[in-house]
């Protein structure tokens, strides 16, 4: 934290064209801006064009103003890098065709749809979105409650392995063998 009071009396400010200038900067005052890892990125200034200088409170302000920029721009770079990632997984799951993949909440409705799965199951991203994954059970498993037991399974366990019969959006029934990871795990 620095408070320069009348800038014309400070040595490493006296000579800087913005305080030698006519009505130029008399008061300066300025909090750190720092990483959490501690590195200086700037200031977080408050400048007059006349001496001043400032009581216990304005520089307890000033510094609570500066530790909020920082979290701001904190909060920012966390966004910017989680966005960042979901556009690579976005990607990645785009870019394989040769395998379904499918996520889904933990109440078992889809939240993802690879080309890769309208490729082999026959439905649209667009018509499975929100909609159960049991569409693609068979009746006998659906009516046995397969679909819950997976899920459960997953979820508690962070992952449930899935190899029987499914469906095409066709009605053709396909043997397939899976592995079902929920994103969070419950408990």
């Known amino acids: 934290f620095l408070v320069i009071p009348d800038a014309t009396k400070d040595h490493r400010f006296n000579c800087n064209p913005l305080v030698t200038a006519e009505n130029g900067l008399r008061f300066y005052a300025g909090a750190l801006l720092k990483t959490a890892e501690g590195l200086p990125i700037g200031t977080l200034c408050v400048l007059d064009t006349r001496p001043r200088n400032l009581g216990d409170l304005e520089r307890d302000a000033l510094r609570t103003l ?51 799965a309208e490729r082999i199951l026959g439905w649209s991203e667009e018509e499975m979105l929100g909609k159960s994954a049991d569409r693609f059970f068979t009746p006998a498993d659906r009516a046995e409650g397969v679909v819950e037991q997976e899920m459960t399974v997953a979820a508690s366990y962070g992952r449930g392995m899935d190899e029987r019969w499914h469906l095409r959006k066709n009605g053709e029934r396909f043997w397939a063998s899976g592995e079902m990871m929920p994103l969070y795990k419950q408990g």
């Not at 701001?72 to 990645?92: G, N, P, Y």
């Open 66 to 116: 500066a530790n909020q920029v920082m979290a701001q721009l904190e909060l920012r770079l966390a966004l910017k890098t989680r966005a960042d990632a979901e556009a690579r997984h976005s990607a990645i799951v785009e870019s394989v065709t040769d395998y379904a993949i499918i996520a889904t909440d933990l109440a078992g409705h889809v939240t993802e749809w690879n080309s890769g």
